[in-house]
């Protein structure tokens, strides 16, 4: 063995969009140990809700993160709403699961490109970043937003999709899928990529249900463990929902398996667009919410499980807003990972529990 | 602008925006927008790059490390500030945290607002770098033939 040296990793390091510190202990080529610092994006907007009213706030939740930027509106605004016991159109549900799967995959198929730039394969990268953009043409047409969709208002949705944006959206998904099919043969298929993902930083089911991972990095260790399952608002009118595992635990399931839930937010989409209900997209919300209500919510953002909390104090202004996300809970997962790997196969771990830094310091 | 003496080499540094801004600056290079028609290549190393592009706003941890890609970038060198945070701080210029728009750690040479900064104002601000750029290398080389 040879001595311990330290390793600086981060924050500005060309595989990390987002800045991420690391110091790595490595003997010879073997991390021993690794020390997450974190704090460079924390803003500390959690305060904030003392400045800005609820509804004002919402435009604030959804800025936590620009990746998951709609799920996080319609997490805050899930909680609020059961703060004040406000009961949403079935219409604005469905709309609201339609958005936010859409988001799910234009996030998996950013991440299938970090992922693969991650391991050098930088025309993956361009072709995977090129379908996202249909879906970001999606976003742009229903919503007049790329990113920051501001769609979601407490007591429902700003904007409706009407038959015809439907049946172009329902077009342009299935018009992917040939392409996306092609990537994802080769993004499992293709032998230089296996050599990078087979069997690299694997994690056991025992240990992942330890660890108390979310979110896709859980479920290629086989914890079946999605919120979308609990079929709550539109999720509860889908014929069958079952999440989507493997057991291997190691970076190849991890791909494979945010591969397939692509596949799956598909689906999802077309068949609620199928059972759209008519009827109204919002209901007017009016007073505060109530001394001492408290209220707490979960919601299957891309990265996993994220918690909401939020209580009131009589006035516009809600006192406390929490929120618990999916990065949070697998960074102690990651560090698991990385102890006992070759330093190469570093930024291959880091990426694929698809870490997002802004969500978990906000 | 009718013709740029060089390609822009570009790096980016997410200071502690949303992502919204940063996942805009790299679908900017990517083949929706392909901003490799004007010649702009991402890098990751300062020393190599000729515009730094800045996301997301200023804070007491991470104001050192952009002073420091900031300082070990060569002249001539341009700041694009990407998004209103990087502005001015934007949603978030009143949070405990934040100090302000990158201008409070570098000077700062083209602004593109916008929540997030939209592809086409990036481009626009790249290309509008690429000027500044030229102007920059125009006065160091006649600084220079002063001097001696
Ligand atoms: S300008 Fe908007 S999208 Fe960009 S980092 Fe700030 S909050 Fe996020």
């Known amino acids: 063995m040879g001595k311990a040296t330290v390793i600086p990793f981060g924050p500005q390091h060309p595989v990390l969009p987002e800045p991420l510190h690391l110091d790595l202990v490595v003997e010879d080529e073997t991390v021993v140990d690794c020390m997450p610092q974190i704090g460079f994006v924390h803003r500390g907007l959690e305060k904030l809700v003392e400045t800005r009213d609820y509804n004002q706030f919402i435009y604030i939740a959804e800025r936590i993160c620009g990746i998951c930027a709609m799920g996080h509106s319609l997490g805050y605004a899930e909680t609020v709403e059961e703060l004040m016991g406000v009961e949403v159109p079935k219409r604005a549900e469905y709309l609201r699961v339609i958005w936010h799967e859409l988001s799910r995959i234009h996030s998996h198929l950013l991440w299938l490109g970090l992922a693969a730039d991650a391991f050098g394969f930088e025309s993956m990268f361009m072709h995977c970043w090129r379908l996202r953009e249909r879906i970001l043409d999606i976003f742009e047409k229903t919503t007049g937003g790329r990113v920051i969709l501001s769609v979601v208002k407490v007591g429902g949705v700003a904007r409706d999709i009407d038959a015809g944006q439907m049946s172009e959206i329902l077009a342009t998904l299935e018009g992917i899928k040939s392409d996306y099919g092609a990537l994802m043969r080769t993004l499992l298929t293709d032998s230089s990529i296996k050599n990078r993902t087979v069997g690299v930083g694997a994690i056991g089911y025992d240990d992942a249900v330890a660890l108390s991972m979310v979110g896709p990095f859980a479920r290629a260790s086989a914890v079946n463990y999605d919120v979308r399952s609990f079929g709550r608002g539109a999720y509860g009118d889908l014929a069958d929902f079952q999440p989507i595992l493997d057991n291997q635990g190691d970076c190849y399931a991890r791909v494979k398996v945010r591969c397939l839930e692509v596949l799956q937010s598909i689906d999802i989409i077309a068949e609620l667009a199928a059972k759209m209900p008519a009827g109204d997209i919002a209901v007017p919300v009016k007073g505060s919410p109530a001394d001492g209500a408290q209220a707490s919510n979960v919601l299957e953002q891309p990265r996993g499980e994220c918690y909401y909390y939020a209580r009131g104090n009589g006035t516009k202004h809600l006192d406390r807003m929490r929120m618990r996300t999916p990065t949070s809970q697998n960074l102690a997962g990651m560090a698991t990972a990385l102890k006992g790997c070759d330093l190469a196969d570093v930024n291959m771990i880091i990426l694929t529990i698809d870490p997002c830094i802004s969500c978990t310091e906000r | ?148």
Request: glycine fraction near 12%.
């Open chain 2, 1 to 148: 602008m009718g013709y740029a003496s060089k390609s822009p080499w570009v790096i980016h540094y997410d200071g502690s925006s949303c992502n919204g801004c940063d996942i805009e600056v790299l679908a900017t290079l990517c083949p929706g927008f392909d901003g490799e028609r004007f010649g702009v290549v991402n890098t990751g190393n300062p020393k190599h790059a000729d515009i730094f592009l800045v996301t997301g706003s200023v804070n007491e941890q991470n104001i050192a490390v952009v002073k420091e890609i900031y300082d070990q970038m060569v002249e001539p060198k341009v700041v694009v500030a990407c998004g209103i945070c990087a502005c001015t701080g934007g949603v978030f210029h009143d949070c405990y945290n934040v100090i302000g728009g990158v201008d409070k750690a570098i000077p700062v040479d083209v602004y593109a607002p916008g929540c997030a900064v939209r592809p086409e104002s990036l481009i626009d601000a790249i290309v509008e770098g690429v000027k500044v750029l030229d102007e920059k290398a125009a006065a160091l080389k006649a600084a220079k033939k002063g001097g001696r």
